[in-house]
């Protein structure tokens, strides 16, 4: 088997999307945010509440002295000692089995419209982890899974203190600064959220998108939308050429999640928006049908078995 390997370089734009992605307070119309504030401008997250002395209303108040306010910092959760690598590996590893006993769009236990900011900060800050603020109401949290080289960059969008959207990216190993597609461990680690496993576990989906765009490194995405079960995955890799045709294997691609609640009317081209897709633009997808003749159905039935490792083609003059 073929294992594709990228530049590390021409990959930036999408990396990006690892310490992001925007989306969301109470959804206003989406502007395109193609890229990411970098992590390292990222700083956590610290709110100051000042109170003011009030002024005196009279020469008798004068006579007493007001009292000094000093301002105060909201309580918030102290962070526990950091996981070991050892212990990171192993709690990673495990609710990357389980998810922690839910199914999407649940995240690790955390429901979107449910579970509350508050709650999740919790659950990170009692296990050592930093929580970046980025804009006003998105969080970025990052594990490690050093013994893999992988690692999970996990991104909430909070609407009213309550958790709205949650992003994940699986991040690929890099050897000799390269990313590396078609990772065995990689796809054993994320069984969970490889297409076939996705496609049993939650069926066909309402729809399913492929792009090529061509920049230098010619990503190849593959989008499958379930709107009314309240998530999106993204399967993207370098296109692989062959003559006149474009060629990419879902097998050996990294992997995006987009999870909501599933009572929220989500429309695609809003979830492009949010933290941006690597190409900026929704413009350049076309349908599955369009881009490669086969029905949603055909497709459920060829990549939905275990193990599958058929590539889908597409003519290189459609893009």
């Avoid at 610290?46 to 004068?62: E, F, G, R, W």
């Avoid at 690692?151 to 009213?160: E, I, M, P, R």
């Avoid at 576990?201 to 190849?220: D, I, R, T």
């Avoid at 349908?287 to 939905?304: H, K, R």
């Amino acid at each position: 088997m073929k294992t594709i390997i990228v530049s590390r370089d021409a990959f930036e734009v999408l990396f990006v999307l690892l310490v992001s992605l925007v989306k969301c307070s109470a959804p206003v119309a989406p502007t395109w945010s193609p890229s990411i504030p970098a992590l390292s401008t990222a700083t956590p997250m610290s709110t100051v509440n000042l109170s003011l002395t009030p002024s005196p209303k009279s020469l008798a108040d004068m006579s007493t002295p007001s009292p000094i306010i000093v301002p105060t910092r909201p309580p918030r959760p102290t962070p526990a000692p950091t996981m070991t690598a050892d212990e990171e590996y192993t709690f990673v590893s495990e609710m990357l089995q389980n998810n922690g006993g839910c199914q999407l769009p649940c995240w690790w236990g955390f429901i979107p419209g449910e579970t509350s900011w508050q709650t999740a900060q919790t659950f990170f800050t009692s296990r050592g982890k930093k929580i970046w603020h980025y804009r006003q109401t998105s969080y970025t949290v990052i594990f490690d899974i050093p013994q893999r080289d992988i690692g999970c960059v996990q991104s909430y969008f909070v609407d009213d203190e309550t958790i709205d959207i949650i992003s994940v990216h699986a991040t690929l190993p890099i050897r000799d600064n390269e990313f590396v597609y078609g990772d065995a461990q990689f796809a054993e680690d994320w069984k969970r959220y490889m297409l076939p496993d996705i496609l049993m576990a939650y069926g066909q989906p309402s729809q399913v998108f492929l792009g090529v765009y061509k920049a230098p490194w010619m990503p190849f995405d593959l989008l499958l939308f379930y709107p009314e079960k309240g998530f999106l995955v993204r399967y993207m890799a370098p296109a692989e050429r062959e003559g006149r045709t474009f060629r990419m294997c879902p097998h050996k691609t990294d992997i995006t999640l987009w999870l909501w609640s599933p009572e929220r009317d989500m429309a695609l081209e809003y979830i492009a928006n949010v933290g941006g897709f690597p190409t900026g633009d929704m413009s350049y997808f076309r349908s599955l049908e369009e881009a490669t003749g086969m029905s949603i159905e055909q497709f459920y039935q060829t990549f939905s078995q275990p193990d599958n490792q058929t590539c889908l083609e597409t003519p290189a003059d459609l893009w």
